[in-house]
């Protein structure tokens, strides 16, 4: 018996970066998995990876599907439960930054709309057509945040960071209510991740590197000198996902970013050479 054997888990989002790493790790613990997104290549090499991590071919159900049209979302949920016959743990990893070009109070509310319909309004639909399920296994909800949320702002991306402030609030008030129903709800914060998110904004693989490096070079910025890794975000998602792990944790935020919202600034500036001492 592996950790998750028997257990049936939905990770949206599975097709690239964070959620391809906890598919695979899911795998690796002997879960049914549904993986999804909407570009079935990638879902492809997804399903590979898994395969190599262990998992049986009958235990991977491959959807491609659009999470922001209301009968994607069904048919992530229905094909799971023709193949696994119920769903333990959801994982409401999908998510990304609509970039048009334009930042800051110019971007259009074209821009806002498409951005809470994919990192907020699904996660909200996503819950609401799997509660009943949910309900029957006792089962956990795992949401994929940002430290981008705040308390800090984030002017650049204030659609983006706001979609994801409205998650943590959903995740805590969702968590109030369905733990009277044995239901564990909770989420996780990365900081800057290497995935597929920026490739995904349409930045050409230089820029991502450049954009990258810089932060991780700045202490300032990342305490820990490196960017985070989806495996890193993984291992915080399946832990969440474990009753037997965090059965007393309940609609937390939990943060993992090399130390980065700790920081103001001010410690990466030497004292003996602010001062001339
Ligand atoms: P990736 O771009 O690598 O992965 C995003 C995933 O979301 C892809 O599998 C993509 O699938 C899926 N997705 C996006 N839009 C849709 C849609 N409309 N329908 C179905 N699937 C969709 O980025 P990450 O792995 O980094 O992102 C995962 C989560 O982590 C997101 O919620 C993101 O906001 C969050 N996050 C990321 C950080 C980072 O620095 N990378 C930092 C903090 C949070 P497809 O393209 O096949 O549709």
New binding site residues.
């Given amino acids: 018996m592996t950790r998750f054997s028997g257990k049936s888990v939905i990770v ?8 391809r790493a906890t598919a695979v790790l899911f795998s690796r613990y002997g879960a049914q998995v549904t993986i999804t ?3 079935s290549e ?1 879902l492809e090499v997804t399903k590979e990876k898994m395969l190599k991590a262990g998992a049986l071919p009958q235990n991977i159900n491959l959807v491609v ?4 049209d209301p009968n994607g979302q069904d048919h992530i949920i229905q094909s799971t439960l023709k193949a696994f016959g119920k769903i333990d743990v959801l994982v409401n ?4 930054n609509i970039f048009d070009g334009t930042l800051n109070t110019d971007q259009s509310i074209e821009i806002y709309q498409k951005t809470f319909q ?2 907020f309004q699904s996660v909200v639909e996503m819950i609401k057509k799997t509660k009943e399920y949910l309900i029957k296994t006792k089962g956990e909800i795992v949401n ?1 945040s ?2 981008v949320a705040g308390p800090q702002a984030m002017p650049m991306a204030p659609y983006y960071a706001s979609a994801k402030a409205a998650l943590n609030q959903y995740t805590r008030c969702v968590a109030i209510d369905l733990i009277q129903y044995g239901v564990r709800v909770n989420s996780v914060s ?4 290497e ?3 920026m490739s ?1 904004q349409g930045f050409p693989d230089e820029l991502q590197q450049k954009f990258l490096t810089f932060f991780a070079s700045r202490k300032e910025c990342i305490p820990a000198g490196v960017c985070g890794k ?1 495996e890193d975000i993984a291992e915080l998602i399946v832990f969440l996902s474990d009753r037997k792990r965090s059965s007393y944790i309940i609609g937390q935020s939990i943060v993992a970013d090399g130390g980065s919202t700790l920081v103001a600034g001010m410690h990466a500036h030497d004292l003996h050479d602010m001062l001339g001492l």
Wanted: hydrophobic share 30%; glycine share 20%.
């Fill in positions: 949206t989002g599975s097709s690239n970066g964070i959620g997104g909407r570009d990638r599907a659009n999470l922001t990893n999908a998510g990304a994919i990192n994929v940002s430290t990365p900081g800057i991740v995935s597929g998110f995904a989806p």
